[in-house]
């Protein structure tokens, strides 16, 4: 850098003081501060309310999601989807600004709503928010039911609407409000009695990995069960290059979702993504309810495949019982890399407990385990989760931390590898060690969106990406007299 362009600070740091600092963050003491620390949230490990809404809004057939609020977050949200997935991720914003702020922000959606329309020709527009027309206290209720009267958007557009305050919750609660908002708008009137679809309605929750929704649909074609995914994103984030842009790439068919009440069974399988969808589920629709683990592991995999045996009297189909045989193969032959290794887990609380599930099964030892903005119910899950195995004596689960947390934990009590999202790569840099990217967002590796990590192959493919990386790294790091052909 030359003199002109250097940066020339205020108060100089002295390099001593630097170093100084650099050690003690690593030190007991730096961490029982940090642990103390209680109106500073550093690096957390969720997104923001709107932007799991914006994920669902998306997942429907010809929907356009419709952000109420500031510019700013809309942008937000569709550059994190666009750097997770490398694909476009259509929203629309009425950007408020400072007018809005003072007078509402119902012109703006008036305008917004009405552009909208007439540019894309959505078949729905959910509508969500931001943190600034929560905190002014705008009511969607109205200013939608306004729009209508006023001609903006047709009456019958479906214009379901969450209220998604950030400062109360986190990506999956957002997700599980458009979501039941989304529902409760389509299947209203829909409800007939006696009917009965004979198709399951297969809820996945919050998952960026579209491997993961591909490997669900998978399942269920191979043991024969009709399904509508509520709601599926498979196609719109991941659609292929032909040259052409797709609006609208794919996304749950509209009648499908209106027709999900009169299901033959409903199936959740990420729990506290759809608290509330469930419950409302529950009392709303006809047919049988689970909710279910994410299928991490064998163990969790046999609970999904078993369940949806029993609801839909089917066989387990030999294609699965083979697929299953090849997974405990792979897990034997992949065990001694992986047994005793210790890990620090972080993300969401379902994907966080069946990763938990999947080390124990790998006997490695979940050391540090971490999910942000949690109750108290995930860490009892999570504790006696671990107390389920010998593996999990001596690990820790943590709620309400962040990564900076994280940090102090990996520099003081350390371990061999991290598994979370991008956001764990500056805490695995300074601590050493490997991360596995495995969660949301992943913005610094490719086509990770596309592998998926539940079912019989996806513990296939998280035991082969972990064991090698460890592999990996002893050829790279070993002494000449140690550098082996086999391993
Ligand atoms: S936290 Fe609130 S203000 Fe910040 S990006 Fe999310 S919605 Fe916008």
């Not at 020339?8 to 620390?37: G, L, S």
């Not at 709107?50 to 700013?72: I, K, N, Y």
């Not at 193969?329 to 609380?349: C, S």
């Not at 990996?472 to 070993?478: A, F, G, R």
Request: charged letters at 25%; hydrophobic letters at 40%; aromatic letters at 10%.
């Amino acid at each position: 850098m030359s003199a002109e362009t250097a940066v020339k600070f205020v108060t100089p740091t002295p390099e001593k003081e630097i170093e100084r600092v650099k050690k003690w963050i690593n030190t007991e003491d730096y961490k029982e501060k940090n642990f103390a620390r209680t109106s500073l949230v550093i690096n957390p490990a969720h997104a923001c309310q709107p932007l799991g809404a914006q994920m669902v809004a998306t997942a429907f057939e010809g929907s356009l999601p419709f952000v109420h609020g500031s510019q700013g977050c809309a942008s937000y949200f569709r550059s994190t989807f666009n750097r997770h997935y490398r694909e476009p991720a259509a929203a629309t914003c009425d950007a408020m600004t400072e007018d809005g702020a003072v007078f509402g922000g119902q012109n703006n959606l008036f305008e917004g709503l009405e552009n909208a329309y007439a540019l894309y020709k959505p078949k729905m527009m959910p509508v969500y928010t931001t943190c600034m027309p929560e905190v002014i206290g705008d009511d969607l209720t109205a200013f939608i039911r306004n729009a209508k009267q006023k001609g903006l958007i047709p009456e019958d557009l479906p214009t379901p609407y969450a209220n998604t305050p950030s400062f109360n919750g986190t990506h999956i609660h957002g997700y599980d409000v458009m979501l039941k908002s989304i529902l409760q708008d389509l299947t209203e009137g829909q409800s007939v009695e006696g009917k009965c679809t004979g198709k399951l309605n297969i809820i996945p929750g919050f998952d960026g990995n579209v491997g993961n929704l591909r490997e669900y649909k998978r399942i269920c074609d191979l043991m024969e069960i009709p399904y509508t995914m509520l709601a599926d994103t498979s196609d719109v984030f991941d659609s292929g290059c032909d040259g052409e842009y797709k609006l609208y790439a794919g996304g749950t068919k509209l009648e499908d979702a209106a027709e999900s009440i009169n299901g033959k069974a409903t199936v959740s399988l990420q729990k506290y993504a759809s608290t509330q969808t469930m419950k409302w589920i529950e009392s709303e629709f006809t047919g049988q309810k689970a909710v279910l683990p994410m299928p991490f592991g064998v163990k969790k995999t046999d609970e999904l495949i078993l369940k949806l045996a029993e609801l839909f009297d089917k066989p387990v189909p030999e294609q699965l019982k083979k697929e299953r045989a090849l997974a405990v193969d792979a897990m034997t032959d992949a065990h001694q890399y992986l047994h005793g290794k210790k890990f620090a887990v972080f993300g969401d609380p379902d994907y966080v407990i069946g990763i938990v599930s999947f080390l124990l099964e790998m006997g490695a030892r979940p050391w540090h385990v971490l999910v942000s903005r949690a109750t108290k119910k995930i860490k009892k899950e999570l504790d006696a989760l671990l107390e389920t195995s010998v593996y999990g004596e001596g690990c820790t689960a943590y709620i309400n931390k962040d990564l900076w947390h994280m940090r102090s934990l990996l520099v003081t009590d350390p371990v061999d590898g991290m598994i979370g999202d991008t956001h764990g790569k500056w805490a695995a840099r300074d601590a050493g060690i490997p991360l596995f990217r495995i969660g949301f967002p992943i913005i610094d590796r490719v086509n990770l969106h596309r592998t998926p990590v539940i079912g019989y192959q996806g513990a296939i493919n998280m035991l082969t990406m972990i064991a090698n990386k460890f592999l990996d790294i002893k050829d790279e790091t070993c002494e000449d007299q140690w550098f082996e052909m086999m391993r």
